[in-house]
């Protein structure tokens, strides 16, 4: 049996490579994360004509050079994994900027293959190359492929094969663009590209489609139009096509409970199974249809090219307060569901603006929050509940902003974010990458988020359920006495009632359960809440409430995805810590503001 | 003369960066290089940042960033 042969797989973002990843790999593909780090590392084992190639999938990346802030993982991987080949892809239409990419490959001394995509598209575009005069020139093995539909894929991994057999030469060009030991000149390298290399590619020049697209989609007064209206087809489908899929789900569990509450067990086991467990599993699962369409999506904005639009339309502003553009699609998400759009911070390469990205996600008001507005509005606020409500989601975005500007100012890490982004050409997306794209998102959610949540919601149905014998989550439970011991804290905020205390912290489990829950421990339906709210809260206090609900600790689901992509216990305590502390200062002053206006 | 000073559709060639190494080291990997033509295409909404055509490349640069690149 031969060694298995390590094939790391290293381009520019936008050239083709998850589509050569996924033709080479087909569904045989291990996602998870790099050791340390919450970039996805993707492998890929396959077996060519007896032989055992692993591919490995590098992030997209415009330098390896060891000065660059850049993804960090590709050099690493390069330098400690010691793959035997590297295969580049590179995007044709743009030879000369790849090319600097290559150089820098290059100065670390392994085999390199170059494989040439999208040439059916630079060749349509009027741009001529001799490609076997490429090679020669580069003394490096080129293979034209076309990625997305697996066009010469054997002809790429027979290079595989001979070249991880053959001996390694440095070109003998090298020593005319190397600067000192492990990097590059830029400068000598585009030299040798125009002396060498652009004899035999000549190119057209100007991009019409680009400019003509870009001419509609970032104009002046359409380009935020436009952005809106496809967020709002892209909200509207998402949720219309989940609903009946979480409605599915849920209908399915109701049958298991009912199987459950059939079997007869002991009222123990059966509500630990019931309320804990499958209503555990019901709230990961419940999450799982709208990650996947809203992934399905967000795939397709990225891959078509659009992405990088949206993030260069509002970054004046977004600039102002330390950030850049390119959290403003992650926060529109927020306003949907935060796990996806904390999850969708991804596409932010900037360690410390990821951070603040994911940081003021919650302050997105979510739609599970809007149910609570509306119920609370409706009693208190009758004549003024869309001015409040609205209110309640601009004071979201407000605080979102100030605490990001807070935050670039308190985190000390590689300074901001420069903001010097690519527009890459519009092309449609491949159904079968954006599927694959949005499969692993949702498949990565329940590994990793789904078991964290999972056995949040048994704890708080064990609080709610013990001693043994009292009504599930009553004054009686230990969760009760807890709010009843909590309740004091709050009732400076004019909502100090117990059962404000124990409907928030079920409202951990999902914002909208505040409503149920009230109503459960008040013994009445939502409509007798009505009669019931005004004599324990005034409307300030009701006010209050509402900013409460919006500012503190989002959904043990949220928590548990930021957890996953902060990578870190301490910095999601710390989250939870200061929200509830910012919570807390803001509900105080609108009610005493509130009061000050004659809410009380 | 100043990149973000490049009107619309006037070519110019680089010829320094003056800004941190970090940023001048993206800069150079998208082909920002002493020598290099550059062509100011248009602007975003906002008119920060622009868009600028390099090495066949469109790329966005905020006027504060080009504001550190020297030209032609």
Known sequence: ?600 | MFLNDLPINKTGTIKRIFTDDAVKERLHSFGLIKGVEIIPVKKSPLGCPRIYRCLNTTIAIRNKTAKQIEIL
């Open chain 1, 1 to 600: 049996m031969s060694k298995t042969i390590i094939v790391g797989l290293v381009a520019n973002p936008n050239t083709g490579k998850t589509s050569l990843l996924n033709s080479l790999t087909g569904m045989n593909l291990h996602v998870g994360n790099w050791p340390g780090k919450t970039v996805e590392k993707k492998e890929g084992l396959i077996n060519f004509r007896g032989n055992k190639i692993k591919l490995v999938d590098l992030p997209g990346t415009y330098s390896i050079n060891p000065y660059s802030n850049e993804e960090k993982v590709v050099r690493e991987f390069l330098l400690a994994e010691n793959p035997d080949v590297i295969i580049q892809i590179i995007d044709v239409n743009f030879l000369e900027r790849n090319l600097l990419l290559t150089f820098e490959l290059l100065s670390l001394g392994k085999k390199i293959i170059l494989a040439f995509n999208f040439n059916k598209e630079a060749r349509g575009k009027g741009i001529s190359y001799d490609t076997d005069k490429i090679a020669e020139a580069l003394e490096l093995p080129i293979i034209e492929i076309e990625a997305h539909i697996g066009a010469n894929k054997n002809s790429l991994l027979q290079k595989i094969l001979e070249i991880n057999n053959s001996v390694y030469n440095n070109p003998s060009y090298f020593g005319t663009i190397a600067k000192g030991e492990d990097d590059i000149s830029h400068r000598s390298a585009l030299d040798f590209i125009k002396q060498k290399i652009l004899l035999f590619y000549k190119s057209s020049g100007n991009d019409r489609k680009i400019a003509k697209m870009d001419n509609w989609l970032l104009n002046r007064y359409l380009a935020l139009p436009i952005f809106f209206l496809i967020i709002y087809l892209l909200f509207k489908t998402t949720f219309t096509f989940s609903a009946p899929l979480v409605n599915g789900i849920d209908y399915l569990f109701s049958l298991l409970a009912g199987i459950i509450a059939n079997l007869n067990l002991p009222s123990f086991w059966s509500s630990l199974f019931i309320d804990g467990i499958v209503g555990g599993v019901g709230s990961v699962l419940s999450f799982t249809p709208l990650i996947f369409i809203l992934f399905l999506f967000i795939a397709i904005l990225e891959d078509s090219g659009y992405l990088a639009r949206t993030v260069i339309m509002l970054d004046r502003i977004f600039h102002k307060f330390g950030i850049s553009g390119q959290t403003f699609l992650p926060m529109i998400l927020g306003f949907g569901c935060n796990v996806p759009a904390i999850m969708a911070t991804r596409t932010i390469h900037h360690k410390k603006e990821r951070m603040i990205a994911i940081f003021i996600n919650s302050f997105m008001s979510c739609s599970a929050r809007l149910p609570v507005y509306v119920l609370f509005t409706a009693i208190f606020f009758p004549k003024n509940a869309t001015t409040v409500i609205m209110g309640l989601y601009l004071g979201g975005v407000a605080i979102g902003l100030l605490a990001s500007l807070l935050l670039s100012k308190i985190i000390k890490i590689n300074g901001e974010n420069a903001l010097i982004i690519e527009l890459p050409p519009y092309r449609w997306p491949s159904l079968k990458n954006v599927i694959k794209h949005a499969w692993w998102q949702m498949s990565m959610f329940i590994k990793k988020a789904g078991t964290l949540i999972l056995g949040a919601v048994v704890v708080i149905w064990l609080l709610a359920s013990l001693p043994w014998g009292v009504g599930y989550g009553s004054s009686d439970s230990i969760l009760g006495h807890i709010g009843q011991f909590v309740a004091p804290v709050f009732r400076p905020l004019g909502f100090g009632h117990w059962s404000f205390a124990i409907a928030l912290i079920f409202g951990l489990v999902a914002k909208e359960v505040v409503i149920g829950t009230l109503g459960t421990l008040h013994g009445v339906s939502e409509d007798g809440l009505a009669s019931i709210l005004p004599s324990l809260i005034n409307p300030a206090g009701a006010l209050a409430l509402l900013v409460f609900i919006l500012l503190y600790v989002p959904c043990l689901a949220a928590v548990a995805t930021m957890k996953k992509e902060l990578g870190s216990w301490k910095l999601t305590s710390v989250y939870a810590i200061s929200v509830m502390a910012i919570a807390w200062v803001v509900a105080f002053l609108v009610y005493k503001i509130g009061l000050m206006l004659g809410l009380g």
